[in-house]
């Protein structure tokens, strides 16, 4: 079975401060996908982005990076120089491929309440 | 392009009536999923449609609910009858054909059983 977990219920940090959410991730599949989605207050979820099991590569897009280490199962997300503005729920998921070449449903953690005060 | 859309936004039903919700995936989308989240809980997988097929309803908690994609375009998933423990917001989200492309996700609807 897959699980993902994000220890961090809530952070608090002041604008402009460096911030990492945490994501571990469990399963059994060799070929697998991580994923982080953002839920402001407006309620909808809003993808960020998609990692293969196979590309460890880190990513950079602005000021978000994302630090993929299968050795420690972790997909952890930091954002940079943080604003109001990235307040919000951010989501960690899991899906397995299934053999239609496809994604299966997602294994979403429990979610980080980020809050960003000015 | 016009994203995944879902109604009702809100609905709010007595215990043991029935309620639909509709889902509207991006066109040309043929992966259509479903998810849940109970107040406090996370988000839970209900069922993924590939047009109209079912490929995967793992997710479904009882026989209460019942998911339809006819014509693999918009889907529709019924509650009956509703339980209060059917409280929650029941997401929608589409990908591409073939993937893993990333899922896009409907704005939800809050589903109040009283």
């Known amino acids: 079975a897959q699980k993902v977990t994000q220890a961090q219920t809530e952070i608090s940090v002041v604008e402009k401060e460096d911030v990492t959410l945490d994501c571990v991730y469990e399963?059994?599949?060799?070929?697998?996908?991580l994923f982080w989605y953002k839920q402001p207050p407006s309620g909808e979820l809003v993808f960020l982005i998609r990692?293969?099991?196979?590309?460890?590569q880190n990513e950079i897009s602005g000021r978000y990076s994302w630090n993929f280490q299968k050795s420690t199962s972790s997909f952890n997300f930091t954002i940079t120089a943080s604003q109001v503005v990235d307040s919000a729920v951010y989501f960690c998921?899991?899906?397995?491929?299934?053999?239609?070449?496809?994604?299966?449903?997602?294994?979403f953690g429990k979610g980080t309440h980020l809050i960003i005060q000015p | 392009e016009a994203g995944v859309t879902q109604f009702p936004s809100h609905s709010v039903i007595e215990k043991g009536q029935t309620v639909t919700l509709r889902c509207d995936p991006i066109s040309g989308h043929d992966n259509l999923y479903w998810y849940r989240r109970v107040m406090g809980k996370e988000i839970k997988f209900l069922l993924h449609?590939?047009?109209?097929?079912?490929?995967?309803e793992s997710g479904m908690p009882n026989n209460r609910f019942l998911a339809e994609r006819t014509g693999g375009t918009y889907s529709t998933l019924k509650v009956q009858p509703a339980e209060l423990e059917d409280s929650g917001v029941y997401f929608c989200?589409?990908?591409?054909?073939?993937?893993?492309?990333?899922?896009?996700f409907g704005p939800g609807t809050r589903l109040t059983v009283t």
């Open positions: 449609f590939v047009k109209e097929s079912k490929q995967d």
């Open positions: 990692r293969n099991s196979f590309d460890e």
């Open positions: 989200a589409s990908s591409q054909e073939g993937g893993p492309y990333e899922q896009y």
């Open positions: 399963t059994r599949d060799t070929t697998y996908y």
């Open positions: 998921a899991l899906s397995e491929a299934w053999s239609g070449g496809g994604a299966d449903g997602l294994t």
